[in-house]
């Protein structure tokens, strides 16, 4: 995995209990979540994951240390 979109892609399939969710905005419309709106157990998996991709090469440290919900 190479970039940030690839690796959110592979946690939602790896993890489909947690399944990306949307919220309505002020205008009524619904919007994907940003990276605060998950529920910290989530965000604390996401970190794990990114760990384990890092730790076994994967993905390199730098995009680890990029890579957001």
């Known amino acids: 995995m190479t970039t940030q979109k690839q690796i959110r892609q592979n946690f939602?399939?790896?993890?489909?209990?947690?399944?990306?969710?949307?919220?309505?905005?002020?205008?009524?419309?619904y919007v994907p979540k940003t990276?605060?709106?998950?529920?910290?157990?989530?965000?604390?998996?996401?970190?794990?994951?990114?760990?384990?991709l890092r730790c076994n090469g994967v993905i390199s440290e730098n995009l680890a240390n990029r890579a957001t919900l």
């Open 12 to 29: 939602w399939l790896e993890f489909p209990q947690f399944k990306k969710g949307y919220k309505k905005n002020n205008n009524g419309n």
């Open 35 to 52: 990276q605060n709106d998950y529920k910290t157990d989530i965000r604390c998996h996401f970190c794990d994951y990114l760990e384990n």
